[in-house]
């Protein structure tokens, strides 16, 4: 096997703490009853004991054992390997003085190719004497293995997995047998009164001694795991154990290989994080997020902890206040629960006016509002995993789309949307448990094509739509939400407390420059652009399209004055104007007014050409249009000042119409602009 490949497959293990609410002394002896062997792990062929050693006044035994595994792998991959059972060195240290019993463990067969090394401990629980605590860790490093080193790997873990699930009902069967022969209670080891008399192995004694164990609740107190203080820790805190009692209550059934991750993820961050360290619910998310790979959640996770601190958010959440008019015209809410208990959110998008929103509001405003929304979903998660005792770390979120229409599918708003979606999905993951969409229309599978790229798969899972009025009946909204709290406009019973929504007056807008000067902006840029158009000096701006059938959309607000908007097209870009010719008129502002991308020499006709009719637009207009590119090469967008007819036959600037307008403000249009280019099958 000279050529053998070499791979560096490392797995690992971290258990949560699992607690026996049992003494130590009764825990060891039924551990001490799955050897030789034991009948309820078949793989555990059986086990002798190879050297054994004990301290001089009996407080500590040391035995090494061989132990014979049946590994459940395919016929061939045994023959290949030569083996039928494999072979462990087991090597326990039990301190009776402390009430310890520390295991290490690593395989004998394959050592050169193959490293497991198992690490396991039996500890008094910190809190009860009568209880017994229980952790483990382990590694497998399979170097090389015959070329199927995948195979081997996925073998391992799948056995291993599953005797970690058995370990605890294991004990827990044999603690039951000890209990049904009538051992209930075995004394703490003590030093020997007399030289000479050592303690010996542990000692059952008869039944007639026996009495009974108190076990304490988590009612008593020792649940130091109540969410009403939840578990986000300063880094460093010594509370860095998770039991499994705890995870079962709060988080949900894991697997033994997801606790490990969660486990060791929160180590991770509780070693390196500085400041507060998330929730275990709210790390548990972004491993789901990413299926349990730990890298790949640990990326994401520390990004969205790097942005939080960044951006300030959680003191920004804090400290925000929701703006009246997003009171009156947002139309959203929490409106009681589903049937599983989780939170309902209520989104009437249909009734919502989103392009008076982001231009009233800006996008920050409104990510702002989607953001406060997550937090508050998160602590209402918190709150209803307490009041239902059970984990629920999601919520239900129905969306109405009566009223949806094509104004709701304008591009600046699409895009907005977009946006903060790739945000809340890169800093709140698995937080939507289902998304129910009611009364559809036509128009929605064209929105949907847009939104749903930027979804992840795990939660497109999580989609239910109806059509009409469809939702209505079994199979519908009541196999989701109890009849009693179905909204009133959903033909419910239940009054629903959220704003009506409606047009936003334009009166509210914003301009670019002010929605542009909001602090600690969490998007870089906005979606808008400002731009100034003075007499005889247009503002243009140039399109490079690679494609024939490309389609160039735009959407614009003439705040101030009356614009002329052109689309030109030319093979060849135009070159900037030179600083030094405009020098020589003294006029070096010009170019910080309007670079001219139209160059003077240019003959209409010939150098370019016009590719859609002049359009002329009004003071508080706002227009919105697309062309289908017939060729590829330079389009030019170009808005100039309108004036009268007289004045506006040339679009080309002119130094004293430049002069004149830099003197009279009246001769001045400002807009508020947004362009993208989409290919052909993008664009509905």
Same mark, same amino acid.
């Given at each position: ?8 497959? &490392?797995?690992?293990?971290?258990? +949560?703490? #699992? ?48 132990? &014979? ?22 090597? !326990? ?10 295991? =290490? ?67 827990? %069967? ?44 988590? =009612? ?17 805190? +010594? ?10 209550? %709060? ?26 360290? +998330? ?96 937090? *508050?979903?998160?602590?209402?998660? *918190?709150?209803?995993?307490? &009041? ?13 789309? *009566? ?95 959220? /704003?009506?929504?409606?047009? &936003? ?14 602090? !600690?902006?969490?998007?870089? $840029? ?41 689309? %030109? ?7 900037? /104007?030179?600083? $030094? ?36 637009? #009004? *003071? ?33 600037? #002119? ?17 508020? %602009? ?11």
């Amino acid at each position: 096997f000279a050529c053998e490949r070499v791979s560096a497959m &490392v797995q690992e293990y971290q258990s +949560p703490v #699992r607690v026996y609410k049992h003494p130590f002394e009764l825990v060891m002896a039924a551990y001490l009853r799955r050897f030789p062997k034991c009948p309820l792990i078949p793989v555990f062929v059986d086990s002798e004991i190879i050297s054994e050693s004990q301290s001089k006044d009996g407080s500590t035994l040391v035995t090494e054992r061989r132990c &014979v595994i049946d590994i459940d792998a395919p016929r061939l991959l045994k023959r290949m390997a030569g083996v039928d059972y494999l072979y462990f060195i087991q090597k !326990n240290t039990l301190n009776r003085r402390d009430r310890t019993l520390h295991i =290490e463990v690593h395989n004998e067969t394959f050592s050169n190719r193959v490293f497991v090394r198992e690490c396991c401990n039996y500890t008094v629980h910190p809190e009860s004497e009568d209880w017994t605590c229980f952790e483990q860790t382990a590694s497998l490093d399979i170097k090389s293995f015959f070329g199927f080193e995948s195979t081997a790997e996925k073998i391992a873990m799948k056995q291993y997995a599953s005797s970690i699930k058995k370990g605890k009902e294991i004990i827990e %069967y044999y603690l039951r047998e000890l209990e049904e022969e009538g051992v209930t209670y075995i004394p703490r080891w003590a030093p020997p009164a007399v030289s000479g008399t050592a303690a010996g192995r542990l000692q059952l004694l008869p039944p007639s001694t026996a009495r009974a164990i108190r076990v304490n609740s988590a =009612e008593n107190g020792l649940d130091s795991k109540d969410p009403a203080c939840p578990t986000e820790l300063v880094a460093g805190s +010594p509370d860095d154990k998770l039991d499994a009692d705890y995870i079962r209550r %709060y988080l949900g059934d894991l697997t033994p290989l997801q606790e490990s991750c969660l486990i060791r993820l929160r180590q991770w961050l509780q070693e390196n994080q500085k400041g507060k360290i +998330p929730k275990d619910q709210h790390v548990l998310r972004f491993l789901r997020a990413r299926d349990f790979n730990l890298d790949k959640a640990r990326e994401l996770l520390c990004q969205s902890l790097t942005w939080r601190k960044q951006h300030q958010v959680d003191f920004m959440l804090d400290t925000w206040e929701r703006p009246q008019l997003l009171q009156d015209y947002y139309t959203g809410g929490w409106h009681h629960h589903d049937r599983d208990g989780r939170p309902l959110y209520v989104l009437r998008l249909g009734q919502m006016d989103t392009k008076g929103l982001v231009r009233a509001l800006g996008e920050e405003v409104l990510l702002r509002q989607v953001l406060s929304i997550n937090e *508050e979903g998160l602590r209402r998660c *918190e709150e209803n995993t307490r &009041v239902y005792g059970r984990p629920i770390s999601c919520w239900t979120c129905l969306v109405d789309l *009566e009223g949806l229409n094509m104004r709701h599918l304008w591009r600046p708003g699409v895009k907005a949307l977009l946006r903060i979606i790739e945000v809340v999905e890169a800093n709140y993951p698995e937080t939507l448990g289902r998304l129910l969409i009611l009364r559809a229309p036509r128009v929605f599978p064209v929105l949907w094509t847009l939104v749903s790229p930027l979804i992840h798969e795990n939660t497109r899972k999580k989609f239910l739509v109806y059509a009409g009025n469809d939702y209505q009946g079994p199979g519908g909204l009541v196999d989701y939400i109890d009849k009693e709290i179905i909204p009133d406009f959903l033909a419910g019973d239940c009054m629903c407390d959220i /704003p009506e929504g409606g047009m &936003v007056p334009k009166s509210l807008y914003r301009t670019a420059e002010e929605l542009e000067s909001e602090e !600690n902006r969490l998007l870089t $840029d906005s979606i808008y652009k400002s731009a100034s158009i003075f007499k005889g000096a247009p503002y243009e701006m140039m399109i490079e399209i690679t494609e024939a059938s490309s389609v160039i959309t735009w959407d614009f607000d003439v705040s101030k004055g009356d614009v002329i908007f052109n689309i %030109y097209h030319s093979k060849r870009a135009s070159q900037p /104007p030179k600083k $030094d010719t405009l020098g020589a008129h003294a006029i070096t502002s010009l170019g910080a007014v309007n670079a001219q991308l139209i160059d003077r020499s240019w003959v209409l006709g010939q150098d370019y050409s016009m590719v859609e009719k002049a359009l002329t637009c #009004r *003071e508080g207009e706002s227009v919105q249009g697309s062309h289908v590119t017939r060729w590829p090469g330079f389009y030019i967008l170009q808005w100039r000042f309108h004036s009268s007819p007289a004045c506006s036959a040339s679009s080309l600037p #002119r130094v004293d119409d430049v002069l004149a307008s830099l003197q009279v403000s009246s001769h001045k249009c400002k807009i508020m %602009y947004y362009t993208e280019v989409l290919a052909s099958h993008d664009f509905r």
